[in-house]
Structure formats: structure tokens, C-alpha cells
């Protein structure tokens, strides 16, 4: 593995996942969301088409592209990407339409809370016992959920009024519907390949953005059409270059590197919109944060331990 390749290519996507929410927030609510989600969807294709066949020629070498690809993106459970297709756009929806209500670090900011929700959905979906010290941390976490949404929920009649209080909570559904789809992807790895599941979620998503078409598309102008190409393009290579940082580095090395995406959306949100976070927001954000670390490195050594029992001939750790 080559750690230091792993999180740099970590740390590019999550630049690029926040270059496309400022591309995205930029829109100013002008394109309806379902037409959003289409362009964001369709114009991935191209270049998770690419990845895909440059990962067939790298390591299936002799083997013909069009049999490589259909045994790459072969899958014996379709009905389980159309789910998952479904919670992933409702997730996508929700945080595209978050954008146009709230500030992008607060909006990014919220959407952290996704792991957390992972976290309390294992038991239930997956069997996976979750212990006191990461209950407590995700706890700790939706106290810093609590913390950024506290100037909403305690504004005035006013302040509400300009919809921010509705971003907020459509910002936690998307994080919830996240979650949802993060729990269904562990249990697809386990019969599904990376490419079959990148693939899959893109076409699905696409044809879930067309069936908006009816409730109220729009002609975009020249710029909005080439923002909205561009909006699809980035998506696609951030997908990339997050599925490749997990070739080359465990997830646990990793994943922290998440957040960097909200040092990202702080510069962009101040630099492109002249968005100041307020104090609470930040600590609502550092709480939040550093829940989100504890439950990782929690997973880390408990991963540990079950690699040892399993050499020793134990049973594993639940």
C-alpha cells in the first residue's frame, strides 16, 4: 500500500466534492434539484466509464474490453442498486436543496453527521453491536448537531422566515439518507464490486433525476448548461479519486480526511459568497468532528482486536 498516495487522493476528493457543492449552491436555485441530480448523475458516466475501463486494462491484461466490462459491472442483485439508487438521491436531493437555504459550511457541516447515523443504523441493519464508548460518542456528536442548528431553532419568526431552519432539517434528512446508503453499501461489498456499485448508483440516480422532468425543468443558459457539465465531471473524478485513496490506504488511515472538506467549504463559502461562520456553527462543527474521529479510531482498534482473536482461534468480537 502507499499511504502517503492514499490520503492525498483522499484529501483531492474532498476538495472536489466541495468545489462541486459551490458549483452547485452557485446555481442560486435557478435549475430545479431533480434536474441537478440528472446532470450530476449523467455527466459522472463518462469518467467512472473511464476509471472503469483504464481498471480493466491495468489488471486484466489480454482480456477484451466490452467481456472485461460486463464481467466488471456483472451483478446478480439489480434490485439492490435500484434501492440503494433511491435512498442515494434522496440523500442527494436533500443536501443539493439544503445548499440553496443555508451558508455551504453549515450545510457541509450538518451532513457530518452522517457516520454517526451509520453508527446507531448498524445494529438494526447489519447485526453489528455497538458499544457504550461509541454510543456515547455519537451522542456527543448530535450534540454538535444541536449546536449548529441552535441559531434555527431559537431565531426569530423572522429569521425563519427566510427558509433557513427548513435547510437545516432538509440538510439532517440527507445526512440520515446518507447513512442509509453507506449501511447498504457494506452489505453489497460483500457479492458487489466498487465499479459495479459506482456504475450502478450513477445510472440509477440518472434515471431518478429524469423522472423529475415533468414537475418543471428548465432551458438553462449557455453558462448554467456548461456549470451544470462541469457540476457532473467533477462528481464522477471525486468518485474516483475516493474509491482509488481505498486502494492504497486502510479506511481507518483515511477516512478522518473527510473533514478536511470543511476547511474547504469554510475558504470557498467566504472567497465565492462572502460566508462568515458564526462561533457557534464552529463549535457546533469541532463537536461533531472530533465525535466523528473518536467512532473511527473506536473501529480501528476494535478491528484490531478482532484480527487477533481470529489468528489465536477465538471467537470475534461482535
Known amino acids: 500500500?502507499?499511504?502517503?498516495?492514499?490520503?492525498?487522493?483522499?484529501?483531492?476528493?474532498?476538495?472536489?466534492?466541495?468545489?462541486?457543492?459551490?458549483?452547485?449552491?452557485?446555481?442560486?436555485?435557478?435549475?430545479?434539484?431533480?434536474?441537478?441530480?440528472?446532470?450530476?448523475?449523467?455527466?459522472?458516466?463518462?469518467?467512472?466509464?473511464?476509471?472503469?475501463?483504464?481498471?480493466?486494462?491495468?489488471?486484466?491484461s489480454g482480456v477484451r474490453l466490452l467481456p472485461g466490462i460486463r464481467a466488471a459491472l456483472h451483478t446478480d442483485w439489480p434490485f439492490r442498486h435500484v434501492r440503494r439508487g433511491v435512498v442515494g438521491c434522496?440523500?442527494?436531493?436533500?443536501?443539493?436543496?439544503?445548499?440553496?437555504?443555508?451558508?455551504?459550511?453549515?450545510?457541509?457541516?450538518?451532513?457530518?453527521?452522517?457516520?454517526?447515523v451509520t453508527v446507531l443504523l448498524a445494529p438494526l441493519m447489519l447485526g453489528e453491536k455497538v458499544g457504550i464508548y461509541r454510543t456515547t460518542a455519537v451522542i456527543a456528536g448530535f450534540v454538535g448537531v444541536l449546536l449548529v442548528l441552535s441559531p434555527h431553532l431559537f431565531s426569530s419568526t423572522a429569521d425563519r422566515g427566510n427558509g433557513a431552519l427548513l435547510g437545516a432539517f432538509v440538510a439532517l434528512?440527507?445526512?440520515?439518507?446518507?447513512?442509509?446508503?453507506?449501511?447498504?453499501?457494506?452489505?453489497?461489498?460483500?457479492?458487489?464490486?466498487?465499479?459495479?456499485?459506482?456504475?450502478?448508483?450513477?445510472i440509477s440516480s440518472t434515471m431518478l433525476g429524469l423522472l423529475s422532468l415533468p414537475f418543471g425543468w428548465v432551458l438553462p443558459e449557455p453558462l448554467t448548461i456548461a456549470k451544470l457539465v462541469i457540476i457532473g465531471i467533477i462528481g464522477g473524478v471525486a468518485q474516483i479519486f475516493m474509491t482509488e485513496s481505498y486502494r492504497h490506504a486502510p479506511t481507518s488511515l483515511i477516512a478522518p480526511f473527510d473533514y478536511t472538506?470543511?476547511?474547504?467549504?469554510?475558504?470557498?463559502?467566504?472567497?465565492?459568497?462572502?460566508?462568515?461562520p458564526a462561533p457557534v456553527t464552529l463549535a457546533g462543527a469541532a463537536v461533531i468532528v472530533a465525535s466523528?474521529?473518536?467512532?473511527?479510531?473506536?473501529?480501528?482498534?476494535?478491528?484490531?482486536?478482532?484480527?487477533?482473536?481470529?489468528?489465536?482461534g477465538a471467537i470475534p468480537l461482535a
Open 1 to 60: 500500500m502507499n499511504y502517503p498516495l492514499g490520503i492525498t487522493l483522499k484529501v483531492i476528493s474532498a476538495l472536489l466534492f466541495t468545489v462541486m457543492m459551490t458549483l452547485i449552491k452557485t446555481l442560486n436555485s435557478a435549475i430545479p434539484t431533480g434536474e441537478v441530480i440528472f446532470a450530476r448523475s449523467f455527466f459522472a458516466i463518462l469518467p467512472i466509464l473511464g476509471y472503469i475501463c483504464w481498471r480493466i486494462w491495468r489488471e486484466r
Open 90 to 116: 434522496v440523500a442527494m436531493g436533500s443536501s443539493f436543496f439544503a445548499l440553496s437555504l443555508l451558508p455551504l459550511s453549515e450545510a457541509i457541516t450538518i451532513g457530518y453527521a452522517a457516520p454517526l
Open 173 to 202: 434528512l440527507g445526512a440520515c439518507c446518507t447513512a442509509l446508503a453507506m449501511i447498504q453499501i457494506r452489505a453489497m461489498t460483500k457479492s458487489e464490486s466498487t465499479m459495479a456499485i459506482t456504475f450502478y448508483f450513477a
Open 261 to 276: 472538506s470543511l476547511m474547504w467549504a469554510v475558504a470557498l463559502g467566504y472567497l465565492v459568497f462572502g460566508e462568515v
Open 292 to 312: 466523528g474521529l473518536y467512532v473511527i479510531y473506536r473501529e480501528r482498534k476494535l478491528g484490531l482486536e478482532r484480527d487477533k482473536q481470529r489468528k489465536a
